[in-house]
Nanobody, 117 residues
Framework: QVQLVESGGGLVQPGGSLRLSCAAS????????MRWYRQAPGKERDMVAEIRNDGATNYADSAKGRFTISRDGAESMSLQMNSLKPEDTAVYYCYIYSAYRPPHEYWGQGTQVTVAS
């Protein structure tokens, strides 16, 4: 069973930067979409950024201009987060959607990002 492994979370001061990374433990075929989600305490899990197999990207309004998603390898991605705010505090999850028969969703275990002084 392929797993997604995240790294790079931690504590950062407001205005600081963090880079999250995510890599699969094995091969994933027919990747259509790679995403980052986040979930703050008491809130729903929301998509933060997406990069599709054609290179197109999408961002939540809260992330536009501050976060950048990139695909670093066949099954790896990163999220560069700049100008972090306390409201960015959440557990961040990476996600991959594969259309390989049958279609499959992969989730990382989550990494905590805390923005506080």
């Amino acid at each position: 069973q392929v797993q997604l492994v995240e790294s790079g979370g931690g504590l950062v001061q407001p205005g600081g930067s963090l880079r999250l990374s995510c890599a699969a433990s094995g091969s994933i075929l027919s990747i259509i979409s790679m995403r980052w989600y986040r979930q703050a305490p008491g809130k729903e899990r929301d998509m933060v950024a997406e990069i599709r197999n054609d290179g197109a990207t999408n961002y939540a309004d809260s992330a536009k201009g501050r976060f950048t998603i990139s695909r670093d390898g066949a099954e790896s991605m990163s999220l560069q987060m700049n100008s972090l705010k306390p409201e960015d505090t959440a557990v961040y999850y990476c996600y991959i959607y594969s259309a390989y028969r049958p279609p499959h969703e992969y989730w990382g275990q989550g990494t905590q990002v805390t923005v506080a002084s």
